[in-house]
């Protein structure tokens, strides 16, 4: 059974930093991409940042040049630098990931979220 485990939120002050990490649990036979999504209450889930296997990066225009996605594909992981940290970057991220279970299926799966919150 695949299965994503997030970490890394947290609690920040207004410039400074935080890392999350994103892995695959489980069989799977390649990894078309991963990324980061947010949101917050009241509105929808947007893209941050996602990476393909190749690693090809795309970014959201709110947080280019602050954030960096990385992947690991032997490790089945991504992870999300994000630095310059502004308030508006407060939400909930998941992790999502869209990956080829055989030579003929593919799957997404998300995240369970989590907290990343910039206040003084």
């Known amino acids: 059974q695949v299965q994503l485990a997030e970490s890394g939120g947290g609690l920040v002050q207004p410039g400074g930093s935080l890392k999350l990490s994103c892995a695959v649990s489980g069989s799977i036979f390649g990894i078309n991409y991963m990324g980061w999504y947010r949101q917050v209450p009241g509105k929808e889930r947007e893209l941050v940042a996602t990476?393909?296997?190749?690693?090809?990066?795309n970014y959201a225009d709110s947080v280019k040049g602050r954030f960096a996605i990385s992947i690991a594909k032997a490790k089945k992981t991504v992870d999300l630098q994000m630095d310059n940290l502004k308030p508006e970057d407060t939400a909930v991220y998941y992790c999502?990931?869209?990956?080829?279970?055989?030579?003929?299926?593919?799957?997404?799966?998300w995240g369970q979220g989590t907290q990343v919150t910039v206040s003084s």
């Open positions: 990476v393909t296997g190749g690693g090809i990066t």
């Open positions: 999502k990931a869209d990956l080829l279970l055989s030579v003929f299926q593919k799957n997404d799966y």
